[in-house]
């Protein structure tokens, strides 16, 4: 196995590569140095050592969809090439994996401009905006309305236990934006004078339920009594078709140690990485396709996947 999979796999679940579409586009450059380290001297052989790879990486989050849409993507792709060219070569085979998977990457720039495009329009001259945890795709939004010239307030939950809203303050401060981290209990303060909340997304699931950091949920209960309108910022290939079958996502219990690292013997840690947000609470996501309400978004996510 590739020492640089190896390495991937360890940064996606230490956390060192955060946020659904970052730990997708690793995944995907993952799959390339898997191609390109395969000492196997078939097709075949290649394919394997791929379909290795893509089982360590799937593995490393649980709750990246997004992901495993990407991988299954590649495993697909390769069983195609292998029926339609039986005697291609191994470094000819190599080539076109590797050109399919810089494709999913561009695939990625593309949707995630649309994306912004669409999230910024709704961004309006001083508004005032909540965020929670670190989404590079909320965070693109946000400052491609600032690039417009719209004048945003973003207040940002710091995001417990491992503080991910650091990164996002951090960020949007650095592009220029009026910048606030709270507590994240301390949101509701905030929440009278707000005018839309943005999150990411891990996953979404057959009922446009969102999967997100743990906390969201909390965060979108809280728009509904405000009544702020609550939007999920998420490309459709965060779409969990398995979801469909009665497959529940998965909530990734993270390590105690994160909450508190040496906790008496006889008090239990529940340290749950996610939680889900009934898309009753979801005024709409914003997809590369458009602003959509939850219950569309399982058609336009699977029409994508089709394509």
């Known amino acids: 196995m590739s020492r640089r999979v190896d390495q991937t796999v360890k940064d ?24 390109e380290d395969s000492r196997a001297k078939t097709v075949n052989g290649v394919k394997a050592d791929v379909v290795k790879a893509s089982l360590k990486l799937s593995g490393a989050r649980p709750t990246e969809p997004m992901l495993r849409n990407y991988l299954d993507e590649t495993i697909e792709f ?4 292998i029926a339609a060219v039986k005697t291609r070569s191994v470094e000819k ?8 998977e810089n494709e999913y990457l561009k695939r990625m720039r593309d949707d995630l401009a649309r994306l912004k495009e669409y999230g910024a329009a709704m961004l309006t001259d001083g508004m005032l905006v909540v965020t929670h945890c670190h989404s590079s795709t909320v965070t693109g939004v946000i400052k491609e309305a600032h690039k417009q010239g719209r004048e945003l307030k973003v207040v ?18 650095r592009a220029g934006l009026d910048v606030t981290i709270t507590v994240d209990m301390g949101i509701a303060k905030f929440m009278k004078k707000a005018d839309i909340v943005l999150v990411g997304a891990d996953a979404i699931n057959s009922t446009g339920d969102l999967i997100n950091k743990v906390g969201t949920r909390a965060l979108a209960h809280l728009a509904k009594d405000y009544s702020v309108s609550f939007f999920s910022c ?3 290939y965060k779409y969990d078709s398995l979801t469909l079958y009665g497959v529940k996502e998965k909530i990734e219990e993270r390590s105690p140690k994160e909450v508190w690292e040496r906790a008496p013997r006889k008090v239990k840690v529940s340290n749950p990485a996610f939680d889900v947000t009934a898309s009753r609470y979801i005024s709409g996501y914003i997809t590369e396709k458009g602003v959509v309400p939850p219950s569309a978004l399982s058609g336009i996510a699977k029409k994508k996947m089709g394509e």
């Open 93 to 100: 085979f190599k080539e076109a994996v590797i050109k399919s």
């Open 156 to 173: 940002a939950c710091e995001t417990r236990p491992r503080y991910q809203g650091r990164s996002t303050a951090k960020e949007l401060a």
């Open 78 to 81: 390769m069983a195609s090439e």
């Open 12 to 35: 996606i679940k230490s956390l060192k590569v955060q946020g659904a579409r970052n730990v997708a586009k690793a995944g995907v450059r993952a799959i390339m140095y898997a191609v």
């Open 234 to 236: 998420a490309e459709s």
